[in-house]
DNA sequence: TCTGAAAGTCACGAAGG
DNA sequence: CCTTCGTGACTTTCAGA
């Protein structure tokens, strides 16, 4: 009984409204998803179970207020590898740096381009030391003066 | 060494654990958070009610895999006016497009970085079509070949 | 894959120290 | 700001269509 219509592994529309509620509201209860979505609670319930364990659900988090834990200042980093040979394992060298945020590997000028929270200016330095000796990187950063919006919720 | 928090505003330990549990796991249960952080359900429901009306819990969302929904294309885009004595308002020029995730105002070569997610190339084009034409800029695009990791939990 | 019901768990506010 | 307590709501499972 699957849709093929949009491609393979698509999902249905109501698998895709399930998503788009939470990832409206990540914290949105059994009961108000089965309303919103026009099922019982039970047939949303177990499609929630499997978009978990199909992947299409990879998580929920809340969104904390980088000033009020400390974390005033975010900023881009993009990497340039010193010795182009090298082998190309930049992302297993860093993950361990709790700063930074998200690694996309890019297409472009650089080869990596990372998005970093932390205290200060100091402790931007000093996360620019950490990187360039953990990946023997060159890096350019781009220090964010605002966030008019982030995370927006996709249009699914 | 001296605590990261300590000035007007700052978070004690016990809100700070909520955080971080919840920045971890957004749907995790009042009772389960009670047992982490070693106080009654009551207490950290309140905790939690009153982080949200302070600010420090903006909000809950889920995780979801781009691919599956259809979206498996993203991509930086960097901002520069074309008219550098235009007034600066690109956020609000710019937030009908679904497709840009966040808006970031920058220091460096660029005014902006934008994160979007189109479904192809011609999702894409079309996308930079419309940010040119709204926002009068310039863009410099940035296309993401895989992500090793993102929007991982700050470490609070 | 859906529904409806049963049973256990949880959310949430009240009252009080 | 904390605790305990009570009620209503919610989650989760299961049998059956």
Chains 1, 2 share one sequence.
Do not use: W
Not at 89 to 115: K, M, T
Not at 116 to 142: C, F, M, N, Y
């Amino acid at each position: 009984m699957s849709e093929r219509n949009t491609g393979p592994g698509a999902l249905e529309a109501t698998d895709r409204a399930i998503l788009r509620e939470l990832a409206r509201d990540g914290r949105c209860s059994f009961t108000e998803l089965a309303e919103r979505v026009g099922l019982s609670v039970s047939a949303v319930h177990q499609r929630v179970r499997r978009l978990e364990q199909r992947g299409a659900l990879q998580g929920y988090t809340a969104k904390v207020d980088g000033e009020q834990i400390g974390l005033p200042l975010t900023a881009f980093i993009s990497l340039t590898p010193i010795d182009p040979a090298a082998p190309d394992d930049y992302p297993q060298r860093l993950q361990h740096l709790p700063e930074i945020e998200s690694c996309y590997s890019v297409a472009g000028d650089e080869s990596y381009i990372l998005q970093v929270r932390v205290a200060s200016p100091l402790g931007l330095e000093d996360l620019l030391r950490q990187i360039r000796e953990a990946a023997k990187v060159s890096t350019r950063t781009t220090v964010v003066l605002s966030t008019p919006f982030e995370n927006r919720p996709p249009a699914i």
